[in-house]
């Protein structure tokens, strides 16, 4: 008489000879724990598996955002006719993986250590520093780029970054602006940034994002692209950022 097989080896005697058959010569890698019907269910289960290549419905690997820094001054005419003209639209347009943002409110300002706090001059004067200021408290406290860019974008396309809407007693700010795009903001806090050494130390941060620039920055605005900056590339995204965005992602 056959000694008895338990059922639980038969059951995994049976899915082994399924999947020679599904696919074979096919075996799970050491990383894989998923059983053999799934393998093919996600890029992510695929790749532990070690199987992509026996998977032909899986969705090609996501390509990593274009990546855009934008050095720039508040008041600087040139600098609010790229952002509110080219990069707004652009950034709009695209899905929002194609295309990370980073803005950095500084351009030719110059700081002084004064008795243990530092001090901003200005291209264009003590509002300008005070538009830089208030750009980047605004970033500091809304902490999400979907919420903090319609803003700067509200407050760059008016008359005056500092004064075009209604004045705060403590905070000169474009209120408008505010109560338009996020009104969830609390006001109070980016006043309080703006006046105090939250405020400083986000300037002396983007002072020296802008002092690390390699090549130096020779103007604003400074645009850089995936991490370099060309007179090329600097043309490209002036003339055509959407073009030129399509064109780098992979």
Request: with cysteine; hydrophobic share 45%; aromatic share 8%.
């Amino acid at each position: 008489m056959a000694p008895t097989v338990p059922l639980p080896v038969l059951a995994l005697a049976a899915l082994a000879a399924l999947v020679a058959l599904v696919a074979p010569g096919l075996g799970a890698a050491p990383g894989c724990a998923r059983p053999a019907h799934l393998w093919c269910s996600s890029p992510e289960i695929a790749v532990a598996c070690q199987v992509e290549s026996r998977c032909p419905n899986l969705p090609p690997p996501a390509a990593a955002p274009v990546e855009l820094s934008l050095f720039y001054e508040s008041l600087c005419p040139a600098c609010r006719e790229f952002l509110v003209m080219k990069l707004f639209p652009t950034w709009l347009l695209l899905p929002s993986e194609m295309l990370n943002i980073t803005l950095v409110p500084y351009g030719n300002a110059q700081e002084r250590n004064i008795s243990g706090k530092w001090d901003f001059q200005c291209q264009h004067g003590p509002e300008e520093c005070l538009g830089n200021m208030i750009e980047a408290c605004l970033m500091h406290e809304a902490k999400d780029f979907s919420t903090y860019f319609p803003i700067i974008f509200c407050l760059e396309s008016g008359s005056s970054v500092t004064k075009n809407l209604e004045a705060h007693s403590v905070c000169p700010l474009s209120w408008q602006c505010l109560q338009i795009y996020a009104p969830e903001l609390d006001r109070g806090r980016i006043a309080a940034c703006v006046q105090g050494d939250t405020g400083m130390a986000l300037m002396h941060k983007n002072a020296q994002l802008t002092e690390a620039l390699d090549p130096p920055h020779q103007f604003v605005p400074w645009i850089v692209i995936n991490g370099k900056h060309t007179d090329e590339l600097q043309a490209q995204a002036e003339a055509s950022l959407l073009g030129l965005v399509c064109h780098l992602y992979q």
